[in-house]
């Protein structure tokens, strides 16, 4: 099984839509949780941190289930400029080291 | 702050050729970490150091390739001899205090064999 898998897509949504992404992770000692979003070829750039209460920034969600080791990530009212790779990203425990799921591309259409 | 630099942006080069790609953490950044990303295995971890010291290297494909990091503001990747399979984009990144918290990533150097 691999370390973090996600669902690779491509979600094709329109303008206004509710999306959402999942993941999960085997390692259940797994410290900490991230969303990153990756736009086509450019760099990686963290897009929130995951908590286990859930958090939220704006129009993202975030929640994580530590018992079923699952990570979501919800958009509501997707915009053009939401089109990018997502990836859920896991920092093992006392590790130094981030470990990428492989993406979920998300291609918002007008 | 620059943020995390990376050069070369591109290179290609002919198989067998060695290749040096080298980049800048972000200054007061403790871990630094290369990532190679590729369409078949996404971001895979290569290496990473922590005050210049390398903790895993686990993630090297083989003895081809070497990192060092000869003080905090500089790290190099080589490749020696390259081969086509080595084509990627290659990503630097750097970090406060390792897992927990945000890694900075370089703009990557795009790398193609021939």
């Known amino acids: 099984r691999k370390e973090v898998e996600q669902d690779p897509g491509p979600f094709n949504v329109p303008e206004g839509a509710t999306v959402a992404f999942n993941c999960t992770y085997s390692n259940s000692a797994s410290q900490s949780f991230f969303w990153y979003r990756q736009d086509c070829r450019k760099e990686p750039k963290l897009l929130m941190s995951v908590y286990s209460s859930g958090n939220e920034d704006g129009r993202f969600t975030a929640q994580l289930n530590r018992a079923s080791q699952y990570i979501s990530l919800l958009i509501r009212d997707s915009k053009l400029s939401d089109s990018a790779t997502y990836l859920c990203v896991v920092a093992p425990r006392r590790q130094g080291n981030l470990i990428f799921g492989k993406g979920t591309k998300l291609s918002v259409k007008p | 702050d620059a943020g995390v630099i990376q050069s070369p942006r591109h290179e290609v080069t002919e198989m067998g050729q060695e290749v040096t790609l080298r980049c800048k953490p972000i200054?007061?950044?403790?871990?630094l970490f290369w990532y190679r990303q590729t369409m078949m295995r996404g971001l895979e971890l290569l290496i990473y150091?922590?005050?210049?010291?390398?903790?895993?290297d686990s993630g090297m494909p083989e003895d081809r390739f070497s990192a060092k990091m000869p003080n905090a503001s500089f790290s190099t990747l080589k490749i020696q001899p390259s081969e086509p399979r080595d084509s990627a984009v290659y990503f630097c990144?750097?970090?406060?205090?390792?897992?927990?918290?945000?890694?900075?990533f370089g703009q990557g150097t795009r790398l193609t064999v021939v």
């Open positions: 150091f922590n005050n210049n010291v390398p903790i895993d």
């Open positions: 990144a750097s970090t406060a205090g390792g897992w927990g918290t945000e890694a900075f």
């Open positions: 200054s007061g950044h403790d871990y």
